[in-house]
């Protein structure tokens, strides 16, 4: 059975206990937030059909926001492994270039004496994404466009969390999108530092892989 670790001497609780709670309510509260702004953007989607092609629209504020989940996982290093899932909120403030606010709930899974055991942590970052390929014009609604993606970001825990700390991660997305689809698929890969200022908690450093869906 997985336990929740927490302070020193190996004592454990039950999974999800109170401040597991209140995080992943935060987390949710977020999410709900978010959709009437995807709502919005997709209205503002708008098509034409000219002589079989598609015309498009001009660019509006909407346009150059963006949200999206992701799930994460890192690879075991220190007797840490990282799992992750989150959501991003980004405005292109010149072409090819976003700044980025994320909030993420993260668990640091661990065995302790044998025993299976976590820590989780509510995280709050910014950064930026700078697009590499996929042109100036990604960002206009109803165009075909792939897209690989340089981000960098930073940031630390907030509440009364087990795995306090503060991180900073490097990655690369690679995002494709339909024409006729607001909805942007990515995977990628990263890499993480994690600070970490937990009782009986080490530094971690490794290599991640992330899949989500962009709005």
């Given amino acids: 059975m997985l336990t929740k670790g927490i302070g020193e001497g190996g004592k454990t609780q ?6 597991t709670y209140k995080a992943m309510k935060r987390f949710l509260v977020v999410l ?11 209205q503002n989607v708008k098509q034409e059909k000219s002589d079989s092609f598609l015309v498009v629209m001009p660019q509006s504020f909407f346009d150059r926001l963006s949200a999206s989940y992701n799930f994460s996982l890192g690879l075991q290093n220190k007797n840490t492994t ?9 405005y292109e403030v010149l072409p090819r270039l976003r700044v980025i606010f994320k909030m993420d709930y993260a668990m640091a899974l661990r065995s302790v ?21 996929g042109g100036k014009g990604y960002t206009q609604p109803a165009q075909a466009k792939d897209a690989l993606e340089l981000q960098f970001t930073a940031g630390g825990s907030v509440g009364k969390m087990d795995w306090k700390q503060n991180y900073y991660d490097f990655g690369l997305l690679y995002t494709t999108r339909h024409r006729l689809s607001i909805c942007t698929p990515f995977m990628g890969l990263g890499y993480r530092y ?5 009782a009986g908690m080490k530094n971690y450093g490794g290599v991640y892989a992330t899949i989500g869906m962009r709005f």
């Fill in 14 to 19: 039950k999974m999800f206990n109170q401040s």
């Fill in 32 to 42: 709900l937030l978010a959709l009437p702004m995807l709502g919005a953007s997709a």
């Fill in 82 to 90: 990282p799992l992750m899932m989150g959501v991003d909120f980004g």
């Fill in 113 to 133: 004496k044998g025993v299976r055991t976590y820590d989780d942590a509510l995280l709050l970052g910014g950064g930026l994404s700078y697009r590499l390929f």
């Fill in 194 to 198: 994690v600070n970490s200022h937990a």
